[in-house]
């Protein structure tokens, strides 16, 4: 089973904050996610990455940038936190990015903006 | 990309069967169906694949109409740790980002 660890799991930052989420996957996988879910809503992709040094563009982008570092690490940075940010947000890999690759969600970051 | 319409809620006894069903009305020849479930306080989790016709795994099996405008997941023998809220993707199989467009997904609750 792949492994997919987010740190913090927990973060409250003040309007205007700088906030780092950190993922990191052991599993060799080239591709990485960003997500974010609202209470009682699906996940909403942000950013995405199939590789160290790549960064696409999800659905939800606004307010976010990401960076991947290397091929285990993928960063969400809100360099100006909103109240509208406060969420749920998930990483996830996977192998190849094909429709049929299935893909490894982490155990989530709690993120509130006051 | 199709868009899918699930049951908001379901409710089951355990031991129970559960079918949970997907419309997916508008799927083109290049998408692929999926199932994901996320219990609270984690990330989804995969479930199952496929494209047509009938799928099976360890955990579940995925039936597919021959227009494969609906398919139906089905649970055999749902315990307490199957309650969860189930999510019917599609996703399209010429594209090459692995992308997955999540609904509101099934909550489903198993009573004991």
């Known amino acids: 089973e792949a492994a997919v660890t987010q740190s913090p799991r927990n973060k409250v930052t003040v309007t205007g904050g700088n906030v780092t989420l950190s993922c990191r996957q052991t599993n060799s996988h080239n591709y990485m996610y960003w997500y974010r879910q609202d209470t009682g809503h699906g996940l909403r992709l942000i950013h995405y990455s199939y590789g160290a040094g790549n960064l696409q563009i999800g659905d939800v982008p606004d307010g976010y940038k990401a960076t991947r570092t290397t091929q285990e690490d993928f960063f969400l940075l809100l360099e100006l936190a909103s109240p509208s940010q406060t969420s749920l947000y998930f990483c996830?890999?996977?192998?190849?990015?094909?429709?049929?690759?299935?893909?490894?969600f982490g155990p989530g970051t709690r993120l509130l903006v006051l | 990309l199709a868009k899918t319409t699930q049951p908001p809620s379901m409710e089951a006894y355990e031991g129970q069967e559960v079918n949970v069903s997907c419309s997916h009305t508008n799927i083109a020849t290049s998408e692929y169906i999926y199932w994901y479930r996320q219990v609270p306080h984690q990330g989804p989790q995969f479930i199952i694949q496929?494209?047509?016709d009938y799928v099976v795994n360890e955990v579940a099996s995925l039936f597919i109409s021959a227009d494969r405008k609906l398919s139906t997941l089905s649970l055999p023998w749902v315990s307490l740790r199957d309650a969860a809220v189930y999510y019917c993707?599609?996703?399209?199989?010429?594209?090459?980002?692995?992308?997955?467009?999540f609904g509101d997904g099934t909550v489903l609750t198993v009573k004991p």
């Open positions: 496929g494209y047509k």
């Open positions: 996830a890999s996977s192998d190849t990015g094909g429709a049929r690759d299935t893909q490894y």
């Open positions: 993707i599609v996703t399209d199989i010429d594209t090459n980002t692995g992308k997955l467009t």
